[in-house]
């Protein structure tokens, strides 16, 4: 613990930080957050600089999504925080704890270069605005934020003004307050009575795990065989149920055919810690005429937020799954979890057993071929970032992960451009495990800045790009459309490889399976930079996800 004593404000805010359990930072140093950030790092939280703060914002993400830790930001005052915006975005939708620190103006410089609203800033993109108000309150300002970030699962935006920082003030790190995650809520009885009765009553149950589901993998299990209920998760949940033979998969845009058919035949469907969105249920399709749909979650507002529900059950997951296996006493009838299901699911659920017509040329590889192929190749252990666009159902279809801490999936503010700073957060947190970022050449050329955070790091990164020289969802949305308005969102052909050489990482271009070769080299080898995969995909004519995705917008 630091000494008590006087100190400027800004040592005491990263002392207090540090104190109450931050587990990393990232960001960009500037001038207005420069003693913070070198507080922080006197007190122990380890601190990476990233190129951009926008990048900067998906490593603190993707830290804490795979860590279970709140991660910090931070930022110089007005640029620096409005360069972070849409990471911040992605962190807020997504329920990131997280503590933004930023530093802001001085009250008094209303002439300001830096000047910006940025308490509204953080509002408008659904993060919380807090600040320090003062010297005297500065230690409870920053226990107040830290709380909300841990408890409440939110993105916090800390400004701190530039005067206040430098204010001195006499600060006792021992007299600073635990701040500790509450206690689980508890499931009403009734509630949990009226779910056990559902499910007695239920032949075909099916679980829908999400985000509010990841740390009850182990209860959710023990009610599923206790109901004859079969498994399936939310694209953000993927891996939680990884190695269960009655596990479905990822329900939704991303299911097999069979999965989805599976599920569409449910009688009962129950989102645990999930709210059934368009997403996962296909826009509703995924749910029968005549199934009953009920959810479980902490947030009351999330039950019935986005379908009708039949039942809504307020509490925690884990403790409501263990209440209700409780309830239906061990008591169950005939179920689908049959053998002939297990073997069913086994042949049929995932996407690697799904015939391939083959789109492959001598100079494109077909992407679903490619993802197959990559996955028998890439160690068991991983970590997989996916980045947004046409593509990312490819890796999110065909690669396997171990585990819900192995896949890191920042799809909430829909932005391409997010994954590689994912990537190197999810990196950080699971350092055992391989990092594998699956993006499109669109979204790896806007953020490639951090590629040379991830050679300087010296992080055994595989980076998939899926490179069709486009932005591939506007061409295949936009397909009617004529040929000289499509330059807009056509690119010559990128040599990514080369480029990814150029700032100190390994390039590899594949254009057919037999250059996955030098995937097999790189595995063998040190693995003491990134590896940059260049894979030339062939057109798919769109991919079904995003004929979904469109269905939305």
Same mark, same amino acid.
């Given at each position: 613990?630091?000494?008590?004593?006087?100190?400027?404000?800004?040592?005491?805010?990263?002392?207090?930080?540090?104190?109450?359990?931050?587990?990393?930072?990232?960001?960009?140093?500037?001038?207005?957050?420069?003693?913070? #950030?070198?507080?922080?790092?006197?007190?122990?939280?380890?601190?990476?600089?990233?190129?951009?703060?926008?990048?900067?914002?998906?490593?603190?993400?993707?830290?804490?999504?795979?860590?279970?830790?709140?991660?910090? %930001?931070?930022?110089?005052?007005?640029?620096?925080?409005?360069?972070?915006?849409?990471?911040?975005?992605?962190?807020?939708?997504?329920?990131?704890?997280?503590?933004?620190?930023?530093?802001?103006?001085? @009250?008094?410089?209303?002439?300001?270069?830096?000047?910006?609203?940025?308490?509204?800033?953080?509002?408008?993109?659904?993060?919380?605005?807090?600040?320090?108000? @003062?010297?005297?309150?500065?230690?409870?300002?920053?226990?107040?934020?830290?709380?909300?970030?841990?408890?409440?699962?939110?993105?916090?935006?800390?400004?701190?003004?530039?005067?206040? !920082?430098?204010?001195?003030?006499?600060?006792?790190?021992?007299?600073?307050?635990?701040?500790?995650?509450? $206690?689980?809520?508890?499931?009403?009885?009734?509630?949990?009575?009226?779910?056990?009765?559902?499910?007695?009553?239920?032949?075909?149950?099916?679980?829908?795990?999400?985000?509010?589901?990841?740390?009850?993998?182990?209860?959710?299990?023990?009610?599923?065989?206790?109901?004859?209920?079969?498994?399936?998760?939310?694209?953000?949940?993927?891996?939680?149920?990884?190695?269960?033979?009655?596990?479905?998969?990822?329900?939704?845009?991303?299911?097999?055919?069979?999965?989805?058919?599976?599920?569409?035949? +449910?009688?009962?469907?129950?989102?645990?810690?999930?709210?059934?969105?368009?997403? /996962?249920?296909?826009?509703?399709? %995924?749910?029968?005429?005549?199934?009953?749909?009920?959810?479980?979650?902490?947030?009351?507002?999330?039950?019935? +937020?986005?379908?009708?529900?039949?039942?809504?059950?307020?509490?925690?997951?884990?403790?409501?799954?263990?209440?209700?296996?409780?309830?239906?006493?061990?008591?169950?009838?005939?179920?689908?979890? /049959?053998?002939?299901?297990?073997? $069913?699911?086994?042949?049929?659920?995932?996407?690697?057993?799904?015939?391939?017509?083959?789109?492959? #040329?001598?100079?494109?590889?077909?992407?679903?071929?490619?993802?197959?192929?990559?996955?028998?190749?890439?160690?068991?252990?991983?970590?997989?970032?996916?980045?947004?666009?046409?593509?990312?159902?490819?890796?999110?279809?065909?690669?396997?992960?171990?585990?819900?801490?192995?896949?890191?999936?920042?799809?909430?503010?829909?932005?391409?451009?997010?994954?590689?700073?994912?990537?190197?957060?999810?990196?950080?947190?699971?350092?055992?495990?391989?990092?594998?970022?699956?993006?499109?050449?669109?979204?790896?050329?806007?953020?490639?800045?951090?590629?040379?955070?991830?050679?300087?790091?010296?992080?055994?990164?595989?980076?998939?790009?899926?490179?069709?020289?486009?932005?591939?969802?506007?061409?295949?949305?936009?397909? !009617?459309?004529?040929?000289?308005?499509?330059?807009?969102?056509?690119?010559?052909?990128?040599?990514?490889?080369?480029?990814?050489?150029?700032?100190?990482?390994?390039?590899?271009?594949?254009? /057919?399976?037999?250059?996955?070769?030098?995937?097999?080299?790189?595995?063998?080898?040190?693995?003491?930079?990134?590896?940059?995969?260049?894979?030339?995909?062939?057109?798919?004519?769109? +991919?079904?996800?995003?004929?979904? +995705?469109?269905?939305?917008?």
């Amino acid at each position: 613990m630091a000494p008590s004593g006087t100190r400027p404000v800004a040592h005491v805010v990263g002392t207090v930080l540090a104190e109450l359990g931050a587990g990393h930072c990232f960001g960009v140093v500037g001038s207005g957050n420069f003693e913070m #950030t070198a507080a922080l790092r006197r007190a122990g939280v380890p601190f990476t600089a990233a190129r951009h703060e926008g990048g900067a914002a998906m490593m603190a993400d993707g830290f804490a999504r795979m860590s279970g830790r709140v991660a910090v %930001l931070s930022t110089h005052q007005g640029c620096g925080l409005t360069n972070a915006l849409t990471g911040i975005a992605e962190a807020a939708k997504s329920r990131t704890p997280l503590i933004v620190l930023t530093a802001d103006t001085a @009250s008094a410089a209303v002439r300001s270069n830096f000047n910006v609203d940025q308490d509204s800033l953080a509002r408008s993109v659904g993060a919380v605005a807090e600040r320090v108000h @003062s010297p005297a309150s500065a230690a409870a300002d920053v226990v107040r934020a830290y709380r909300t970030a841990l408890t409440e699962r939110r993105t916090v935006v800390l400004s701190v003004p530039t005067d206040v !920082q430098q204010a001195s003030i006499n600060f006792d790190p021992a007299q600073l307050p635990s701040v500790t995650t509450a $206690q689980p809520v508890r499931p009403s009885r009734v509630a949990v009575i009226e779910l056990a009765r559902l499910l007695s009553q239920a032949e075909k149950p099916v679980f829908v795990a999400g985000r509010g589901a990841r740390h009850a993998a182990h209860e959710l299990r023990e009610l599923a065989e206790a109901s004859g209920a079969l498994l399936a998760t939310s694209a953000v949940a993927h891996g939680l149920f990884h190695d269960d033979p009655f596990n479905l998969g990822i329900s939704g845009g991303f299911s097999s055919p069979f999965t989805a058919a599976t599920v569409a035949g +449910a009688d009962l469907i129950i989102g645990w810690g999930c709210t059934l969105n368009m997403w /996962t249920m296909r826009h509703g399709s %995924l749910i029968g005429p005549n199934a009953t749909v009920v959810q479980v979650d902490v947030e009351l507002d999330a039950l019935g +937020a986005n379908r009708p529900i039949d039942l809504g059950v307020l509490g925690d997951c884990a403790e409501t799954a263990t209440d209700v296996t409780e309830a239906l006493g061990g008591v169950g009838g005939e179920t689908w979890r /049959t053998p002939k299901m297990t073997r $069913q699911i086994e042949s049929k659920a995932r996407w690697a057993s799904e015939e391939i017509e083959g789109l492959s #040329t001598e100079t494109h590889i077909d992407p679903r071929l490619f993802s197959r192929e990559v996955n028998k190749l890439l160690p068991v252990e991983r970590v997989v970032s996916v980045d947004s666009g046409n593509f990312m159902g490819y890796p999110s279809a065909y690669l396997d992960v171990p585990d819900e801490f192995g896949f890191c999936f920042t799809q909430a503010f829909q932005s391409i451009g997010l994954g590689l700073g994912t990537a190197i957060g999810a990196a950080l947190a699971q350092p055992e495990r391989l990092p594998v970022l699956a993006t499109g050449d669109g979204g790896f050329l806007m953020a490639i800045s951090e590629l040379e955070t991830a050679v300087r790091l010296g992080l055994p990164l595989v980076a998939l790009v899926y490179n069709d020289s486009a932005y591939g969802a506007e061409i295949h949305h936009f397909d !009617q459309a004529s040929k000289e308005d499509l330059e807009t969102v056509i690119f010559p052909d990128t040599d990514i490889a080369a480029i990814a050489r150029g700032y100190g990482a390994h390039g590899l271009t594949v254009r /057919t399976v037999a250059d996955l070769s030098g995937v097999t080299d790189w595995l063998n080898g040190a693995r003491d930079t990134p590896l940059v995969v260049d894979a030339r995909i062939a057109s798919d004519g769109g +991919a079904w996800w995003l004929a979904e +995705a469109f269905k939305g917008h």
